[in-house]
T-cell receptor
Framework: NAGVTQTPKFQVLKTGQSMTLQCAQD?????MYWYRQDPGMGLRLIYY???????DKGEVPNGYNVSRLNKREFSLRLESAAPSQTSVYFC????????????FGPGTRLLVL | QKEVEQNSGPLSVPEGAIASLNCTYS??????FFWYRQYSGKSPELIMS????GDKEDGRFTAQLNKASQYVSLLIRDSQPSDSATYLC????????????FGAGTRLAVHP
């Protein structure tokens, strides 16, 4: 039981390049989330998926797209990376009940030059 | 814009002391509050949740909630060096489906 896994762990991009961050969970959770964490700013929600087949914007969605591929997988795509997207990205999941805990993956450190 | 405010710290306490971490929030109708711990370079993990006014205790941790004052705190008794981490306060956004608003976190340093 791996919990929430993310790939890659670290990535360097040049401005304008694209990439997809992968996230998978094996806890049979319905809801999944993508956050970014910047120094002094805490975690900010980019997109979330309340259930398979649905996605919604969070606080900072500009420059990102997501795909809920199936119940297990939720990917985050940067179509044209910008230096402002340099951050640590966390994927999380939770059961359907809104009071349930969110479980976080290990994170992806992204550097955009 | 709904906000969650925390003192960034660092809060430095000696081993064995009580560490008190505070959090204020702007959404008056928020009902669910969470404390996550994040070690340096690691992902956040939930340590406490609280939904009702008053205190909730779990081992060395006590969460305190005062909805009238829009204030939630975390007390760590008998602090250990292994408690040194950043503590994130999170508030469930009203009307949002399990959407959490996080504070920037307070860094706690427990010295021997």
């Amino acid at each position: 039981n791996a919990g929430v896994t993310q790939t890659p762990k670290f990535q360097v991009l040049k401005t304008g390049q694209s990439m997809t961050l992968q996230c998978a969970q094996d806890m049979n959770h319905n809801s999944m989330y993508w956050y970014r964490q910047d120094p002094g700013m805490g975690l900010r929600l980019i997109y979330y998926s309340a259930s398979e087949g649905t996605t919604d914007k969070g606080e900072v969605p500009n420059g990102y797209n997501v795909s809920r591929l199936n119940k297990r997988e939720f990917s985050l795509r940067l179509e044209s990376a910008a230096p402002s997207q340099t951050s640590v990205y966390f994927c999380a999941s939770s059961e359907r009940d809104p009071l349930e805990t969110q479980y976080f993956g290990p994170g992806t450190r992204l550097l955009v030059l | 814009q709904k906000e969650v405010e925390q003192n960034s710290g660092p809060l430095s306490v000696p081993e064995g002391a009580i560490a008190s971490l505070n959090c204020t929030y702007s959404d008056r109708v928020s009902q669910s509050f969470f404390w996550y711990r994040q070690y340096s370079g690691k992902s956040p993990e939930l340590i406490m949740s609280i939904y009702s006014n008053g205190d909730k205790e779990d081992g060395r941790f006590t969460a305190q909630l005062n909805k009238a004052s829009q204030y939630v705190s975390l007390l760590i008794r008998d602090s250990q060096p292994s408690d040194s981490a950043t503590y994130l306060c999170a508030v469930r956004e009203t009307g949002g489906y399990n959407k959490l608003i996080f504070g920037a976190g307070t860094r706690l340093a427990v010295h021997p």
